[in-house]
């Protein structure tokens, strides 16, 4: 495998001077090579800082450390990875073997794994002395011990794993080398926590069962010189390795902060009076109408309906009215698959052109979730990065009580109203204008009712739609229940869903509260 080129001003294989201890760059970080996880410390690895890992038995914190290891030995430099468990090291390259991140032609060479097993029973200050020579003779970059609970037990004694961690973190640190080290521990167990104020960071890995679900997580326990992001963060364990999904309200919060507004957006406030509101159609002239001239730009729109009364197929000509006008647009579904929501549209209009606007050399992007043991941060994620990929500037979710129910299976159901928020916000921030629809727990109506939720309070615009029985007969009937920012029709309309021209809203005199 060829080497990279060093960059500029980084120290050369060749010129070492180990007789010199070199300083670590303060405040430079490295890149974790690790999904997002860069994002979650605020910025990556300090250099020359010592990083603890700590969680449960099978958390992932052994296959962490090695993607660390073999990023920063991909980049070109050294790494040492040092282990403190019983198992032979063959053992070890035969497991991440099966990791993508794994590289053969690294080991051995930019990579080197040893065991401390030997100096063990001599005591911790005898292995802390090895690992500082191991790692001296090396010249490495980035030195990981794995399973410092094996090391810990060679000492009972509080103080010496205390001393042990700082002698290792402060010389190594001298020497401009990052040291990570694994240990099995509670990250929560305040029993830890004295042995650990050395650290200049500690990540903490949780495993649990929630329900018959498994659910692992990270969070940033302690992290010196950067604003890391706050509480548990998802984890998903691939062939990729760890991948991290930060939770969306977190991310968010960090740029939402409470300030006073300047000059310059008193300027831009009132240039946004002064001018029309710019106005996105729903692709229903009648319906555009009753909003005063469509859904103003950027805005969230709740569609709350009961079973059959047309959310998905207004939700529909809202998409490829986005598609008319060159909108990049993206439809987040998960009780119908992709196959089966491009035959609904293509019992009406909308089905051609949805088909002409789909990627890759459209702007229509489909998103299916199959609706089980869903994980809401990895949706946000990936749903995020795909609205900044393809730029939009339209979503449908169809529909968001998938959402509420995968977070109250997550086990904290309090999450639910900061979730929606943080993802409100997210559209807002990137000015997408949003079409949310959610089941109603009513089926047949004898009169309208609306059962408020997070989104309903969230959202500028809401639209109810129902069944009401009238006699014999059932009449599907649309209202425009709130709009924030214009002027609206607030009566009952009906309206018919019909091939091949979708959702009709009928004349003023067929309509029933002119009945």
Sequence with gaps: MSERKQPSGQRSDDHDDLSTPQQASSGRFDPTGVGNLDAVLGGGLVRGSLALIVGPPGSGKTTLANQLAFSVGRAGRRVVVVSAMSEPTSKLIAHLRTFDFYDDALVGDRIQYLSLEQYLAAGLASVGEALIDIARKARADLVVLDGFRGVRGADLDLQAARQF???????????????VITSEADPRDPAFFPESTTADIIIGLHYDLVGVQQRRALEVIKMRGAQPLSGLHSIHLSREGLVIYPRLASRVATHTEASEPDAALVEEARKQVEEPLARVSVGIPEVDRLLGGGLTAGSTTLVVGSLGTGKTVLALHFAVA???????TVFLGFRETLSQ???????FDLGREMLAGMRPSGIMTLQHWAPVELNPDIVADRLVATLDNVGARRLVIDSVIELEHAIREGGD??????????LVEALRQRNVTAMFIREHDTTIATRMSLTPGAVAVLAENVLLLQHIEEGAALHR????????????????????????AGIQLLDAHSSLDDG
């Design 322 to 328: 986005g598609l008319r006008v060159g909108e990049p």
């Design 477 to 500: 009937v649309l209202s425009v229940v709130k709009m924030r920012y214009s002027a609206h029709d607030a009566q009952l309309h009906e309206f018919t869903i019909q091939a091949p």
């Design 165 to 179: 961690l700082y002698d290792i973190g402060s010389t190594l640190s001298v020497f401009g080398m990052t040291t």
């Design 413 to 422: 159901p309090r999450r639910a109203d900061s979730y929606m928020a943080a």
């Design 341 to 347: 929501l491009l035959q609904k549209a293509g019992a």
